[in-house]
């Protein structure tokens, strides 16, 4: 379980933004920790946030085994929107496919960006996924 | 710790004689330390009379908690006697931009047009601060501050010594970030800054009604500031930021609409007043 953690007002809005959309949007925290995803995620993931639950976005992501559509290796965080958008703080975007909880792979669409605060302080990311 | 309300008035200052109970400066609260170190939270026009007073009082250094530069939280600062003496020290706190620092912010104040004297031209020694993200140490008290719901950069405070607490959240619109009974504590704005103080003193400009014409525009209903303290675990609120068009009569039924609300009387939520002394154990 992840100790209690005031979030970070950016988080915070950016949460409700998320929570309004019918577009797959997961936010993790500057840590990478992933702290929210929607209910349209949930379709993508196969879970909901609320079963899920927060965690390292490394054991979230092991969970789903995401893989190069082209040449179906195994995509290491790093070399994912998300992960890049983290570790290099600039905004990525990628096809993959994944293999949700309820064991279903999907193709989706994968554009994550870093969120900075007022004081150029990196908050966060949020990612965006499209199933196509 | 003691509080002394110097405005509450929110938007603009409101003098007049319907204003009188609960008065027409805006923000400006003193809060006095055990050793008579004085912090002043925000620079609203209730500044300038508790300038003077402070240089009768012979107190020539002391801090300011700037939350936010919206001008009825600076407008303040042009007439706070102690900068016009060369003897004074002060401390300017306030939130960060990644654009501009404090000072260059604050020195818009004091420039063409909209004032004759340059910040270069004041007396007093000044330093500004942006405030740190980690808790800092004021004359002994624990001061921790925190970016909260309101348009533009905006922190809100809390200040612990120690046998009391007190978060200063004059501006605030926790429900703009969802609703406020639903969410975990971590989940709500500010939630780490008001979490279990003796005092919340907290925005509460509109009835309900007036907040749904509203929402967006960085305040809160009466409902919307009862409802956060008890998800915060406040243990007493003071309502703030009073709406201009409010006269006192107004405000007494806000007042009213607020115990209701928490379903408690005598140590129910109550309306800051100009002239209000709080001693916090």
Redesign the interface.
Known sequence: MAA???????L??A??FA?NLATGTLITDERGWLVYYNEAAEEVFGVSFSEAGEMPLEDWSARYAPRSVETDEALPLERRPTGIALKERRPAHQRFRTRGFDGVVREVEVTAFPL??????LVGTVTIFWHV | MRLRIWGCRGSLPTPGAETVRYGGNTSCVEVTLEDGAVLVLDAGTGIRPLGSELLERGIRRFHVLLTHLHLDHLEGLRFFGPLWDADVSVDIWGPPSPVSSLRDRVARSFSPPLFPVDLREVPARITFHDVPREPWSLNGARVSADLVVHPGSTVGYRIETAGSSFAYLPDHEPALAGAIADRPRDWISGGSLAEGVDLLLHDAQYFEDEYEQRVGWGHSSVADAVAYADAVSARRLLLFHHEPLHADGSLDRLEARARELAGRNGDGPTLAREGMVVELP
């Open positions: 209690v953690r005031q979030k970070h007002l950016v915070i809005l949460r409700e929570s900075f605060a007022h004081a150029d302080e």
